[in-house]
């Protein structure tokens, strides 16, 4: 199993080699060097899924934040069971 984490572009840094291609992606506020060269279509503002450093795909603002708020309730659904996540 994979888990994909939706973040924000907010910068792209453009290169001849088209999986060279990197940007910066927000994150909640937590900004990380992100390689892009797998969706060479994605532009700033955009949303990206990312796994292990690399966007996998571009998805629309409302899925994204349809999985953010998904995540946030496992979070408190955790954090009221007692349990810490692994």
């Keep these: 199993m ?9 910068k ?3 290169t001849e080699n088209q999986m060279d ?9 937590i900004v990380k060097r992100v390689q892009l ?3 060479p279509e994605a532009r700033v503002g955009d949303y990206v899924n990312v796994h ?3 966007a996998i795909n571009v998805i629309d603002e409302q899925e994204a934040k349809k999985t ?3 995540f946030k309730k496992v979070e408190h ?3 009221h069971s007692g349990r810490k996540p692994s």
Aim: aromatic fraction near 12%; charge should be negative.
């Design 12 to 14: 792209i840094y453009e």
């Design 52 to 54: 292990v450093g690399f």
């Design 68 to 70: 953010l708020d998904a």
């Design 37 to 39: 060269g797998y969706v």
């Design 77 to 79: 659904s955790m954090a």
């Design 2 to 10: 994979c888990l994909a984490i939706p973040g924000k572009i907010i």
């Design 21 to 29: 291609l990197c940007g910066d992606v927000s994150f909640a506020g």
